[in-house]
């Protein structure tokens, strides 16, 4: 079984900078997306950005310009640099690899998810 295990949460203050990492246990095979979500209290968990193999990016609207994600191939390894960040980012933030196919031998990996908190 894979595991995504992520780091690089934080309490920050508003206007400054957290990096989030991500890592796969396993191998991860296939085209895939990797990527983060997130929840905050009260919230749906939603879709912060994802990143396929070949580089395709896909960003929500409110963190576009602010965020940028980015992935090691080689290490099964998925990054998130978040800048001018605001009290609205505060949530847990959870690493997410999915394949792009349905199916047999489709998966949809989670971490465990790690607290974003921005203070104003």
């Known amino acids: 079984q894979v595991q995504l295990v992520g780091s690089g949460g934080g309490l920050v203050q508003a206007g400054g900078s957290l990096r989030l990492s991500c890592a796969a246990s396993?191998?991860?095979?296939?085209?895939?997306?990797m990527g983060w979500y997130r929840q905050a209290p009260g919230k749906q968990r939603e879709l912060v950005a994802t990143?396929?193999?070949?580089?395709?990016?896909n960003y929500a609207g409110s963190v576009k310009g602010r965020f940028t994600i980015s992935r090691d191939n080689a290490k099964n390894a998925v990054y998130l640099q978040m800048n001018s960040l605001k009290p609205e980012d505060t949530a847990v933030y959870y690493c997410?690899?999915?394949?792009?196919?349905?199916?047999?031998?489709?998966?949809?990996?989670w971490g465990q998810g790690t607290q974003v908190t921005v203070s104003s």
């Open positions: 997410n690899a999915a394949s792009l196919w349905s199916g047999i031998g489709a998966y949809n990996y």
């Open positions: 990143i396929t193999r070949s580089g395709r990016t």
């Open positions: 396993g191998s991860i095979d296939g085209d895939n997306a």
